[in-house]
Structures are given as structure tokens and as C-alpha cells.
């Protein structure tokens, strides 16, 4: 059996693609890019990647006539440039025309719950989607879920900041809206098992938990878990526009996230009953086992897949892999080494490096930096990272993206997606005589770039001496 697997780099695909693979399936991955995705992790399983761009219909002619079936997770919800339903259009009409030339029997597509009379823009390019994707050729079976709860899903890291951050919350009227939340194994199971179901073809399934809850009770629910006294008091004076503010300033989601979440949370997302679960021999988990199934991930540093991995920025737009060679020419760079004594040592404090366990030195400002960011729209400090220890190509890393993580090769290169008047590099090497070698390297954009590197030297000089310092030190005797 083959299968088309799209939306390789996103959450759901993330968690699917090991389960089809334990199942010796052949898995085609297609990506953007294939220096996004980390085949490693993958070796010596059946597994091909071609490079498809769905907004690109000559790039499909990579997919293979030879599939049996196809998933379709792609959406561009949280992308901050563009009309994200035209986009969405574009790639369910280029899949739908490639896809049937193939030999492929059932097409799987995962969209949202739409049974409201009214709904977003987002819920209602979802059901476009669907329209779109029907076809004579091949059996669409259409998956539709609402919440869904996991580590690293975007819900989950929502309300998780939500309730972890704020005693006390002034919210808007819509946590009185229900809905049906559903967990991430829940998710997975439902899209492996309708794969090659005759009786699931040409049909279409709302998929929740066994729960219908408001947004508030979810909190609250979320609180009791973990443990924590939280008041909510509901008001009917926030606009779409400050609930959207309030969202971003106050989560790790990005703003043109936070307001497409905040029109899509409006909307009443409950199942129509269906007999799928059963049919299909799956026991739906409740809310609150799916929230502990999750922090029994994170605490064991096993979070599979995360929502920031996903690329939503125009930064990487002309390409993943033109942003991995640093460039020399027009740039300015600070160049610091060091010699370390126990390399190993101080390559897992380089690969635990932001997040949790900070930047060694000077933390602060860079909090600083990722607020005075955030302020301007950019990603800020709040993304963190998805692992306190593991590291792979395409990771988020506080505002920094990873581009290269080769440990064997003791070398890590970050890219920064703040908002700059320029690009910046942030890259540490360990060479075979046990130097460290941590460069900063900043191409500015005109005058302004120019000015904002002097600007910022006097801290560089505080904060990256401070950092090598800190990695290459000795390993204490109580470590």
C-alpha cells in the first residue's frame, strides 16, 4: 500500500506519519521544501520525499500515478500574508487535478466541524475545501473535527497559557460558546482507520470527544487539573479586534492566528451523531485525560509535533534552503571562541539552549528583545521550544528558527524570524580540537540596518561573551 501524505511538516501529518509507518505502509511525504523535514528520524523506513508546492501546479508532476490513497491536511489559517481562502482554494484545486490522474482509490481530508447556520471565514473555507475535493475518480471521506487537544496542538498551548499565566481573566462572551474537544490519539485513529473502508467513501464525519463543553468550563476544567485556583469573569464589552489583541499578547500565538481562532470560537462546533467510532472500534478519550495524556508528553520531553513548527511567516516563502548558507559578503559578524573541556558537555547545553533553560547569560534582555518584538507584531519570546533537550531541522526556538541541527556534526544554525531591519544568524560549532566557535552574522537592509547593529553592539558584547562563556565552562561535580 502507498500513500500520499501532504502537510508533512504540520501538526497532524507529524503525528499520523510514525503510525503509518509502524504499520509498513510506504509513505510519500511531500514538502515545500525537503531541508524542512528531518528524514533521519525516519532511517531505514520506507519513506520518499518529493517537494510539491500546492500554490504551484507544475511541482505536483513529482507525485506518483503509482499511490493507493491520500490524505489532504493542508490549510493556511495562521499564514499572515494573503486571502488564506483563495490560498486554500488554489492548493484543494491543484491537489484535486493531480490527484486524479493517479491511481489513487480514497482521498482522506481532515477539515472542521461546520454545522452552524453562520461561520467563520475560516470554518467556511473549510467546507469549500470539501466541495473542491469531491470527485468521480476517486472516494473523498472527509474527517471534521473541532478542538483538538494535545501537546503542541495550538488549543492545548492556548489554554494552557491562558490558565497558567492569569489568576484572574476578564474574557470575552465567547467562552460561553460550546464545543466538542477531541484528543490528539483520537484524531489519529479516526484517520488511520477510515484508509481503505469502503463503507467510509464518499462520506463525511463530524469527530469529537465525548464532551460538549463551553470555552469557559474548558479552562476551568483545564485549571483543576493542574491544580490551580482561576476566576473568570465574562464580559460583553470585547470587541473581535481586542479579543484578538488579548489572545496574542497573552499566548504564544501569532495575531493573524489569535483573530481567525477568535471569529472561528463564535461558532458552536458540536458533532452530528455518527456510528463511526464504533464502526471503526475506537474509545473516544474525555476532555480532561486528553489534557493529562498531554503534560505525561511534555513531561517526558516526547512532544511529537508542535503547531509553531508550521511555517506561517513570508520569511521562508522564496525557499527553506536559501536561508541555510550564511552569507559573507554585506554583512556584519561577531566572531567569538572558546575551548571547551568536556565537549559533550557543552553541546547538550548548546542543544537545551532558549525556552525553559534560557540563553545562559543575560536572559532578560533577551526577554526584552522578544517583548519590544512582540510589540511590532513579531513572534516574540513566547514560542519557546517543543523539546528542553532535542533539536531537529525546522524547530522553533524561542524567535529563532532551526535551520541546521547536525549533532554529530557538534553544529547548530539558527535563523531569526523577529522583525529586523535585516536577516540574522546565530550559529555554534565544536571543531575536532575542541574549539567553539559562535558567530553572530546580521545582513542589514539599508541605512536602518546599519544603524540598528551599531545600536545593539554594546549588548552583543555583554551577552555573547557571557553566553560562550557559560556553554564552554566545566562540567561541576554535583551535574
Known amino acids: 500500500m502507498k500513500i500520499l501524505l501532504t502537510g508533512v511538516t504540520g501538526y497532524i501529518a507529524q503525528r499520523l506519519l510514525p503510525v503509518l509507518l509502524e504499520k509498513g505502509v510506504e509513505v510519500v511525504c511531500c514538502v515545500r521544501d525537503s531541508n524542512r523535514f528531518n528524514i533521519k528520524k525516519y532511517a531505514n523506513q520506507n519513506i520518499l520525499v518529493i517537494e510539491s508546492d500546492f500554490l504551484n501546479k507544475e511541482s505536483l508532476q513529482h507525485i506518483p500515478n503509482d499511490i493507493d490513497f491520500a490524505y489532504y491536511l493542508i490549510h493556511s489559517m495562521s499564514t499572515q500574508s494573503g486571502d488564506f481562502g483563495s490560498m486554500e482554494e488554489i492548493c484543494a484545486t491543484n491537489f484535486k487535478n493531480r490527484i486524479e490522474q493517479t491511481n489513487a482509490k480514497q482521498v482522506v481530508y481532515l477539515s472542521g466541524i461546520s454545522n452552524a447556520d453562520e461561520l467563520s471565514k475560516h470554518l467556511s473555507s473549510r467546507k469549500n ?11 473523498l471521506t472527509t474527517l471534521k473535527a473541532g478542538i483538538i487537544v494535545g501537546s503542541g496542538s495550538a488549543s492545548f498551548e492556548i489554554i494552557r497559557d491562558l490558565v497558567e499565566k492569569l489568576p484572574f481573566m476578564i474574557t470575552p462572551r465567547w467562552l460561553k460558546t460550546k464545543c466538542q474537544p477531541i484528543a490528539i490519539r483520537n484524531v489519529v485513529e479516526f484517520l488511520v482507520g477510515v484508509i481503505g473502508k469502503p463503507e467510509t467513501y464518499n462520506h463525511s464525519y463530524d469527530i469529537g470527544g465525548p464532551d460538549i463543553l463551553n470555552y469557559k468550563e474548558m479552562l476551568l476544567q483545564f485549571a483543576k487539573v493542574r491544580e490551580l485556583k482561576r476566576n473568570i469573569l465574562i464580559v460583553p464589552v470585547m470587541t473581535p479586534k481586542i479579543s484578538s489583541y488579548w489572545l496574542y499578547f497573552v499566548t504564544s500565538t501569532s495575531y493573524a492566528l489569535a483573530k481567525n481562532l477568535v471569529n472561528s470560537m463564535k461558532t458552536e462546533v458540536i458533532c452530528k451523531p455518527n456510528n463511526l467510532a464504533s464502526m471503526l472500534g475506537i474509545t ?3 476532555y480532561n485525560t486528553s489534557i493529562k495524556l498531554a503534560f505525561d508528553k511534555i513531561g517526558q520531553n516526547q512532544v511529537l509535533s508542535s503547531w509553531k513548527d508550521a511555517q506561517t511567516s513570508t520569511i521562508f516563502s522564496k525557499g527553506f534552503s536559501k536561508f541555510i548558507e550564511v552569507p559573507v559578503n554585506g554583512c556584519f559578524k561577531d566572531i567569538r571562541t572558546i575551548r571547551v573541556d568536556n565537549e559533550n558537555y557543552s553541546l547538550e547545553k548548546i542543544w537545551s539552549i532558549g525556552g525553559k533553560t534560557g540563553w545562559y547569560y543575560g536572559t532578560w534582555l533577551w526577554e526584552i528583545r522578544g517583548f519590544l518584538d512582540q510589540i511590532v507584531g513579531g513572534v516574540g519570546m513566547r514560542r519557546g521550544r ?19 541541527a547536525e549533532k554529530e ?29 559562535q558567530t553572530a552574522t546580521f545582513r542589514p537592509l539599508g541605512l536602518l540596518g546599519r544603524l540598528y547593529w551599531y545600536s545593539v553592539m554594546p549588548f552583543h558584547g555583554l551577552i555573547f561573551q557571557g553566553m560562550i562563556n557559560k556553554i564552554a565552562e566545566k562540567k561541576h561535580s554535583s551535574d
Do not use: Q
Open 129 to 139: 475545501v470539501e466541495t473542491i475535493l469531491s470527485s468521480p475518480k476517486y472516494a
Open 284 to 286: 473516544l478519550i474525555d
Open 386 to 404: 517543543k523539546s528542553d533537550t532535542a533539536l531537529n531541522t525546522g524547530d522553533t526556538l524561542d524567535f529563532w528558527r532551526v535551520m541546521i
Open 409 to 437: 556534526e557538534k553544529r547548530l544554525l539558527l535563523y531569526a524570524e523577529m522583525k529586523l531591519p535585516g536577516e540574522a544568524w546565530l550559529e555554534f560549532k565544536i571543531d575536532k580540537n575542541n574549539t567553539l566557535t
